[in-house]
């Protein structure tokens, strides 16, 4: 994997590599018994499209929302006409299939981008830096997309342009995150303080008595630090389904109100990546 400029590049110049990666990809999703992509439209339909939407969900920001919506929200110049619909970005959309699916409806508008664009539905760039403003979509949504080893540009994008509120919806194969995370020494998993303390206070009570030692500290994997890099830029931790055996789905909400730490953030989570994908469990 390398950073997504150098693949944007690279894929730039020669797209046939890119059609080769999606037809290898769409066969081997195939052979899934689920596909994250139809898990996440089904929650989208279940969750916004109006008559079965919950408007405390949506958590649509309530200062300035009017004057934004009022903006151009452009994808290939294609204009929101529906200012009450709910505005998706899906990044590394591939053929967009999300888009062509809920588009018909009225209740969403959809910004989709990759490396490549296939389709009039599809805006090319470095998914890192996306053409969308501040504060204009309810909903970012990465399926099987982070892909690039720059992982930390892509949250500082999703916060850029999510709204106060706004969820962010993740789909990655489970071997890319369930594995002891040894590049990252500074990050450690959040542990029960209250728990903590009794298991030191009963250390120092029978401290003479042959009692077998705690349990080790946890080990933090890939997955426990990814869910601190989102933390670190103000997403709060809705869920994490670990139901399907062959990816992970996680729903996270930007926090109103919170300040990044930059310096701590780059210092911490700067050369987080996940693992390569690998595709093997049936």
Excluded at 122 to 137: E, F, G, W, Y
Aim: aromatic content about 8%.
């Amino acid at each position: 994997m390398a950073p997504s400029s150098t693949s944007f590049t690279r894929f730039t110049a020669a797209p046939a590599l890119f059609d080769d990666y999606h037809v290898g990809f769409r066969e081997q999703v195939k052979v899934w018994p689920v596909n994250p992509l139809d898990v996440i439209i089904n929650w989208l339909r279940k969750k916004y499209e109006k008559g079965g939407s919950n408007r405390d969900d949506k958590q649509r920001s309530e200062v300035g929302d009017k004057k934004r919506r009022k903006k151009s929200n452009n994808n290939n110049n294609n204009n929101n006409a529906n200012p009450t619909a709910t505005v998706i970005a899906d990044f590394g959309c591939g053929d967009a299939r999300l888009s062509s699916t809920l588009s018909p409806s009225p209740s969403f508008f959809i910004h989709s981008f990759d490396l490549v664009s296939r389709s009039p539905l599809v805006t090319a760039c470095d998914m890192s830096a996306t053409p969308l403003p501040p504060n204009s979509v309810d909903v970012a949504v990465f399926c099987l997309a982070l892909m690039g080893t720059n992982i930390i540009d892509f949250v500082k994008e999703a916060r850029r342009v999510v709204k106060d509120g706004g969820i962010v919806k993740i789909a990655e194969v489970r071997s890319r995150f369930e594995t002891a995370d040894v590049a990252e020494k500074e990050v450690v998993v959040e542990k029960d303080k209250e728990k903590d303390k009794k298991e030191k206070k009963r250390k120092k009570k029978k401290k003479k008595e042959n009692f077998p030692p705690p349990d080790p500290p946890p080990t933090a994997t890939l997955l426990d630090t990814f869910v601190l890099l989102m933390k670190s830029h103000g997403f709060q931790k809705l869920s994490i389904d670990s139901s399907n055996k062959m990816f992970l789905l996680l729903e996270f909400r930007k926090m109103t109100g919170f300040t990044v730490d930059t310096v701590e953030a780059n210092k911490k989570f700067g050369n987080f990546s996940a693992n390569a994908c690998i595709y093997k469990r049936r």
